[in-house]
């Protein structure tokens, strides 16, 4: 499918009216955002499946991590503190996670629904330094609000 690629956010809501599944919601927008810039070079979802710990969940680029634990690296930070995080070198952030030697850069966010649940983490690597701004973060924070607003935990959490 073709879409105009302009206005990221306003195709993610288009591709995305109507939709409750949160892995078609998680999908998309890895492809779109993976596609719309150069500068990404992974783009996906850790998702919070109880137990304090980051699974895996749809994304685009290389092989991932299958979990992390929270507290751990860049996502399991972001999970943690419920921040947004900009990394503008790896090699600065001591505690982060190398599923790739090319990533030089990161920025991860964390995505909550309505009722401020934590349900995932979205998480953007760069092979370029330095390669995200507060703007990203803005865009994404708007994104992820809007799109996962009525999500619930238990349609991302494990059964107990
Ligand atoms: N670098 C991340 C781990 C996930 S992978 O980069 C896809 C981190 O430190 O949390």
Same mark, same amino acid.
């Given at each position: 499918m073709e879409i105009e690629m302009d206005a990221l956010d306003i195709a993610i809501y288009s591709v995305l009216e109507g939709v409750t599944d949160p892995v078609t919601m998680m999908s998309t927008i890895a492809c779109l955002a993976f596609h719309h810039d150069k500068r990404f070079d992974w783009v996906g979802f850790y998702r919070n499946r109880g137990d304090n710990v980051l699974e895996i969940g749809p994304y685009q680029g290389k092989l991932g991590c299958l979990e992390i634990p929270f507290g751990k690296g860049v996502c399991g930070h972001a999970a943690m503190t419920g921040e947004g @995080? @900009? !990394? +503008? =070198? !790896? #090699? #600065?952030?001591? =505690?982060?996670?190398?599923?790739s030697s090319e990533t030089k850069s990161e920025m991860v966010l964390p995505v909550f629904n309505e009722k401020d649940e934590l349900l995932a !983490?979205? #998480?953007? #690597?760069? *092979?370029? +330094? *330095?390669?995200? =701004?507060?703007n990203d973060l803005t865009l994404f924070h708007n994104i992820l609000k809007t799109v996962f607003a009525d999500v619930g935990l238990e349609q991302i959490a494990k059964k107990p």
């Open positions: @995080i @900009i !990394v +503008p =070198d !790896v #090699d #600065d952030f001591a =505690d982060h996670i190398a599923c !983490v979205l #998480d953007f #690597d760069s *092979n370029r +330094p *330095n390669a995200f =701004d507060q």
